[in-house]
Each structure stands twice: as structure tokens, then as C-alpha cells.
């Protein structure tokens, strides 16, 4: 899930060098603080937070085949 999200991330941003996720496991749910460069943190989160209720979305698809619960920070 991880690596999905790392994807995602990468390509919005204009310097993927500086996208780092912090994976905090629990049983039934993980959470994961992502950090971006100070310029691209509008990108990631969108107008009106647009583009982070949908990268959102998709890791709570992708968290429900493993039947976990996804919940997602940005960190500027």
C-alpha cells in the first residue's frame, strides 16, 4: 500500500526526491504521514482539497482488499 500511494505522490509533486511517507501500522488501521516540499504542498492537497480527498479514496480502496482502515496526513 505504501508503494501505491509513494506513486501517486511522486507524480503530482515536482520534486519527488523530497516525498518521504511514514508508515504507522496498528491492527486494523495504518496510518500515513506524508511529507512534501513547502512549494508543492498546494499541489498535493488541490483546490478546495480536491486532489487529496481523492488520493484519499483510492488508498481507502486499496486499504479495503486488506480489510484495514487508511487514514492520511500531509506534512508540509
Known amino acids: 500500500m505504501k508503494e501505491t500511494l509513494e506513486v501517486i505522490v511522486k507524480n503530482l509533486v515536482d520534486s519527488p526526491e523530497e516525498v518521504s511517507i511514514n508508515e504507522l501500522d496498528g491492527e486494523k488501521s495504518?496510518?500515513?504521514?506524508?511529507?512534501?516540499?513547502?512549494?508543492?504542498?498546494?499541489?498535493?492537497?488541490?483546490?478546495?482539497?480536491?486532489?487529496?480527498?481523492?488520493?484519499?479514496?483510492v488508498m481507502k480502496a486499496v486499504a479495503a482488499k486488506n480489510k484495514k482502515r487508511v487514514t492520511i496526513e500531509f506534512i508540509g
Open 30 to 57: 495504518i496510518v500515513f504521514e506524508v511529507k512534501v516540499a513547502e512549494t508543492d504542498m498546494g499541489k498535493v492537497i488541490g483546490k478546495q482539497g480536491r486532489v487529496a480527498k481523492s488520493v484519499r479514496t
